[in-house]
């Protein structure tokens, strides 16, 4: 008996939803991916959900253990430090570099993507809310004109994306603290200020670290009594 093989269109569509799954902490960290339970719930065949999960290893979503199948990934502190200690030096150079490079255009996409992200939050829409938080870096990264800065910066995303959703989760205000922070990094880009855009991008991502710290396990009362 020949293995169905699935088209492009529904492995995509199984990407994203175990991709929505995930980032929304509907699975969360840690939890074992059972594909005959979404074959059951979403009324696919177990093939394109087996390669999206093939994909979403890839992409530092999910890890394969032997005998257990695939489970959501759960990066232990030391990588997670070192993801942000990483992200904060190249995301800083990718906003200094960026403002060498500005225009009209990029100061232009950076506020749309911002005010995009500003009514997925309010519409309680997470997972679209993350994406435009993805594009609006993204944006920057492509306008440092420095493809080195560019692969690196999204080696890290999507593990800085599964991060950031359990964060956003226990720590809400967080979002919206960054939001506020990216309204100043636009401003300093508009501005010109090179040097003070990259202080400030390293600070917003300093801050996001400082955030998954206090939400740590047995540390969210500290973060709820600082109100």
């Excluded at 059972?34 to 994909?55: D, H, Q, Y």
């Excluded at 225009?103 to 950076?110: A, D, F, G, Q, V």
Aim: charged content about 30%.
């Amino acid at each position: 008996m020949k293995t169905p093989i699935s088209t492009p269109t529904l492995a995509k569509e199984a990407y994203d939803t175990l991709r929505r799954l995930i980032l929304s902490s509907e699975l969360q960290s840690g939890e074992r991916i059972i594909v005959r339970e979404l074959c059951e719930n979403f009324g696919l065949s177990p093939t394109p959900f087996k390669e999206a999960l093939v994909a979403l290893e890839r992409d530092g979503l999910v890890t394969s253990r032997p005998r257990r199948g695939y489970i959501v990934a759960n990066p232990d502190p030391t990588k997670i430090a070192n993801v942000y200690e990483i992200r904060a030096v190249v995301e800083g150079l990718a906003a200094r570099q960026a403002t060498e490079h500005r225009t009209k255009e990029l100061i232009h996409n950076l506020e749309k993507v911002q005010q995009r992200q500003r009514e997925q939050w309010l519409a309680e829409d997470r997972v679209g809310s993350g994406d435009s938080d993805l594009a609006f870096h993204g944006l920057l990264w492509a306008a440092s004109n420095n493809d080195v800065l560019q692969a690196i910066a999204e080696r890290f995303s999507n593990q800085a994306r599964l991060i950031m959703a359990s964060v956003r989760q226990r720590y809400p205000r967080r979002h919206e603290e960054a939001l506020d922070e990216h309204d100043d990094i636009i401003a300093l880009i508009a501005a010109g200020h090179a040097r003070e855009a990259e202080e400030a991008m390293r600070n917003h991502i300093i801050r996001a670290a400082m955030a998954l710290r206090a939400t740590s396990p047995g540390d969210a009362s500290d973060v709820a009594t600082d109100e």
